[in-house]
């Protein structure tokens, strides 16, 4: 592998940490702020994951989840648009489609194509996959809002008219399950929605929580702590972009349900900076209550799955969780090198700790990835030793 192909893929990476500044006008469920378009995208394919029962046969979960995880990247250069603010969405879409080849052509070709094909089967909406995919990007502000108890009066309605009148009244057909349960939240309906369905959008509400676990490593400008909802969207944006460098032979569609749902027991154990001091001991026990807690929210079979899941790549032994666990633990690396040195100065970390704690699991999983970064942290090393 070329290291000219590994240096644009890794351009591309550290150039789409911008997502991570741009705000959207739906707050986060505890009222406390707006949610960015990085942590709404890891929450979208989340729901994609989560919702999937509720797929039509034809649509491919997997490649819905890739139309969520990338479809907001052209807000790094437009910004979002409300949808109750009067716009001129013809030229909004042209200027999308500008930022949408200048973002992904910092890729290599291949790359560039496919990513640009993706993204537009998703604004076109006319593939089963790509109609799933914007019927949950519909969704998830409706419930952003009414699970959110500090909601601005006209936020809700945003949500009524939106419901009523607007583009997610068509969920009264498409979507009847999230159309009747959000009617019902607004006091509209009377009728209960079904069991599972209720305790699938409960979780979801509940694991937007994650966007306020902040983590030790700074965003890309060092304007501020990235969060862990954000970092399960970047690392699975890394996954997607550098699976080729992957060791073993891995199954990209495993990775990345394990990434979505990687930190979620953070919501309750929080995030323990790995250059920290720790109790490794009781940190697991906590964060096994913590998985205890968080899948059993979920209907029987999905609580299974996703636990076992969440299993396997705590474990790290399997293909797929290895190469899951390098990109982990390569992303934070990046925004370091990116930033100065970001959290290795907060906690004085030496050469051989990186190595010790981050390196060799990199190595282990994508080892051409490791072996290219050596020039970057030399030079760094040895100029803040």
Same mark, same amino acid.
């Given at each position: 592998?070329?290291?000219?192909?590994?240096?644009?893929?890794?351009?591309?990476?550290?150039?789409?940490?911008?997502?991570?500044?741009?705000?959207?006008?739906?707050?986060?469920?505890?009222?406390?702020?707006?949610?960015?378009?990085?942590?709404?995208?890891?929450?979208?394919?989340?729901?994609?994951?989560?919702?999937?029962?509720?797929?039509?046969?034809?649509?491919?979960?997997?490649?819905?989840?890739?139309?969520?995880?990338?479809?907001?990247?052209?807000?790094?250069?437009?910004?979002?648009?409300?949808?109750?603010?009067?716009?001129?969405?013809? @030229?909004?879409?042209? =200027?999308? +489609?500008?930022?949408?080849?200048? &973002? /992904?052509?910092? %890729?290599? *070709?291949?790359?560039?194509? !496919?990513?640009?094909?993706?993204?537009?089967?998703?604004?076109?909406?006319?593939?089963?996959? @790509?109609?799933?995919? =914007?019927? +949950?990007?519909?969704?998830?502000? &409706? /419930?952003?809002? %009414?699970? *959110?108890?500090?909601?601005? !009066?006209?936020?809700?309605?945003?949500?009524?008219?939106?419901?009523?009148?607007?583009?997610?009244?068509?969920?009264?057909?498409?979507?009847?399950?999230?159309?009747?349960?959000?009617?019902? %939240?607004?006091?509209?309906?009377?009728?209960?929605?079904?069991?599972?369905?209720?305790?699938?959008?409960?979780?979801?509400?509940?694991?937007?929580?994650?966007?306020?676990?902040?983590?030790?490593?700074?965003?890309?400008?060092?304007?501020?702590?990235?969060?862990?909802?954000?970092?399960?969207?970047?690392?699975?944006?890394?996954?997607?972009?550098?699976?080729?460098?992957?060791?073993?032979?891995?199954?990209?569609?495993?990775?990345?349900?394990?990434?979505?749902?990687?930190?979620?027991?953070?919501?309750?154990?929080?995030?323990?900076?790995?250059?920290?001091?720790?109790?490794?001991?009781?940190?697991?026990?906590?964060?096994?209550?913590?998985?205890?807690?968080?899948?059993?929210?979920?209907?029987?079979?999905?609580?299974?799955?996703?636990?076992?899941?969440?299993?396997?790549?705590?474990?790290?032994?399997?293909?797929?969780?290895?190469?899951?666990?390098?990109?982990?633990?390569?992303?934070?690396?990046?925004?370091?090198?990116?930033?100065?040195?970001?959290?290795?100065?907060?906690?004085?970390?030496?050469?051989?700790?990186?190595?010790?704690?981050?390196?060799?699991?990199?190595?282990?999983?994508?080892?051409?990835?490791?072996?290219?970064?050596?020039?970057?942290?030399?030079?760094?090393?040895?100029?803040?030793?």
């Amino acid at each position: 592998m070329s290291a000219d192909r590994l240096e644009q893929q890794l351009a591309f990476l550290t150039e789409i940490d911008r997502l991570k500044t741009v705000e959207r006008s739906t707050q986060i469920t505890d009222g406390s702020r707006v949610e960015n378009s990085a942590e709404h995208s890891w929450h979208l394919a989340l729901y994609a994951l989560i919702l999937s029962p509720y797929a039509a046969e034809n649509v491919d979960i997997f490649l819905s989840i890739r139309m969520l995880l990338l479809h907001d990247l052209v807000e790094i250069d437009v910004g979002d648009h409300p949808i109750d603010v009067q716009t001129d969405w013809a @030229a909004v879409a042209e =200027k999308e +489609l500008v930022a949408a080849k200048r &973002i /992904f052509g910092l %890729l290599p *070709n291949d790359q560039a194509h !496919d990513l640009l094909a993706i993204w537009t089967e998703f604004e076109a909406a006319e593939t089963p996959s @790509a109609k799933f995919a =914007k019927y +949950l990007d519909w969704s998830q502000p &409706i /419930f952003m809002t %009414l699970f *959110n108890p500090d909601r601005p !009066d006209a936020h809700i309605d945003v949500v009524m008219n939106n419901l009523e009148t607007g583009r997610a009244s068509v969920l009264r057909q498409e979507f009847p399950e999230v159309h009747s349960y959000a009617t019902r %939240l607004l006091g509209w309906s009377d009728t209960a929605p079904e069991k599972d369905f209720q305790a699938r959008i409960d979780f979801l509400a509940e694991m937007d929580k994650l966007k306020s676990v902040l983590r030790a490593t700074t965003l890309c400008d060092a304007s501020r702590r990235e969060n862990s909802g954000e970092h399960s969207w970047h690392i699975a944006m890394y996954a997607l972009i550098l699976g080729e460098h992957a060791d073993r032979p891995m199954r990209m569609d495993r990775v990345l349900k394990m990434i979505l749902i990687h930190d979620l027991v953070e919501i309750d154990a929080g995030d323990k900076p790995i250059h920290g001091d720790h109790d490794t001991a009781k940190m697991a026990m906590i964060e096994q209550a913590a998985a205890d807690r968080i899948f059993g929210i979920l209907p029987t079979d999905q609580r299974i799955e996703l636990r076992a899941l969440w299993e396997e790549f705590e474990a790290a032994e399997s293909d797929d969780a290895v190469f899951a666990k390098s990109i982990d633990r390569v992303q934070p690396v990046i925004a370091n090198l990116e930033t100065g040195g970001g959290s290795w100065i907060e906690y004085n970390v030496s050469r051989q700790q990186l190595e010790d704690r981050v390196g060799w699991k990199v190595a282990k999983g994508a080892p051409a990835l490791w072996s290219y970064l050596q020039g970057r942290l030399r030079s760094w090393f040895a100029q803040n030793a």
